[in-house]
């Protein structure tokens, strides 16, 4: 499991909420951001952190996020099978989730630190899903651990933060892309996940997964609410803005399982819902657990 370098110092905080995002989206080491972002929401909480909304993106400019040397970033194509069938193939599903989870934390934190001129509480809720996040990348590094094995083990690929970058420039994008399009897929294929893990006789795995997927379809619904409040700031339909971007953030027919039930819980609308199903490919067409699984990773496609 990681944990923070005894040898390298830990980062200072600054007292402003923003700057401090800053600083955990840059640590490149995984138990050290963790402690970063606990330690962020703990002030934040306690009225020990500043917000300051109206400044430009504290600190240099973030095109890369803090990451260990491993994970090796690779193109999706080249990741290896995850069935579940197998311990090996265990390992390399909860690697994946792992690699999804850390990304997810970066993504939140970089959320915080990047857009300038909104309301505290979205700089509170965000930083909020980054320290779910780094919970849920806890909880998996230790399932992981249970099968001898640490994050960076296997290769990972890059798209949750290429999907950052794709969206830097406008929050009302990033909100429609990254929890609406990307992480709802976690919700589409967790219960399929779930449901195998159990067959296979990890049902420790399959519980951290439950537990992750009710706290996923809340970071949904979080994406969902500060969607409306920007196209309302914007004088444009929320439901019009995102279905327009769903042709080019799938880059054609979804594959898999949709849940439309959690959909829906997390704000999604019967216009919405009805522009996804246009775009999928069919109940199953996605049969393999791995496929399905990586889905939810991807930069916008529906294969891994």
């Known amino acids: 499991m990681s944990r923070p370098d005894p040898a390298s110092p830990a980062p200072e905080l600054p007292g402003e909420l923003r700057a401090a995002a800053g600083v955990a ?4 080491d995984p138990g050290r951001k963790r402690a970063l972002v606990a330690a962020i929401a703990e002030r934040l909480a306690a009225r020990r952190l500043a917000i300051d909304p109206d400044r430009p993106p504290p600190g240099p400019p973030v095109r890369e996020p803090g990451r260990p040397e491993r994970p090796t970033l690779v193109a999706p194509g080249r990741l290896p099978a995850r069935g579940v069938g197998s311990p090996a193939g265990r390992a390399a599903l909860l690697h994946a989730l792992c690699h999804i989870e850390f ?15 909104l309301p505290e509480d979205y700089y509170r809720d965000w930083l909020a899903v980054a320290a779910d996040e780094a919970r849920h990348f806890g909880w998996l590094e230790a399932r992981l651990a249970a099968y001898g094995r640490r994050y960076g083990d296997f290769p990972a690929h890059d798209g949750l933060w290429q999907a950052a970058l794709a969206t830097a420039e406008d929050p009302l994008a990033r909100m429609a892309l990254v929890p609406r399009v990307l992480e709802a897929r976690g919700l589409d294929v967790s219960p399929g996940l779930i449901s195998a893990l159990r067959a296979a006789g990890d049902a420790a795995s399959a519980e951290v997964l439950e537990q992750i997927l009710a706290e996923e379809l809340g970071h949904v619904a979080c994406g969902s609410r500060w969607l409306r409040h920007l196209a309302a700031g914007r004088g444009q339909d929320p439901e019009e803005q995102f279905i327009a971007m769903l042709p080019q953030a799938m880059r054609g027919a979804l594959r898999g399982p949709l849940n439309l039930e959690a959909r829906r819980a997390a704000g999604f609308g019967e216009r919405e819902l009805a522009a996804i199903l246009a775009l999928h490919a069919g109940p199953d067409a996605s049969a393999s657990i791995p496929s399905s699984a990586a889905a939810s990773a991807g930069p916008a496609s529906p294969r891994p």
Request: net charge positive.
């Open 25 to 28: 989206l840059r640590e490149r």
């Open 103 to 117: 990304s997810a934390i970066q993504l939140a934190l970089d959320a915080v630190w990047r857009f300038p001129g």
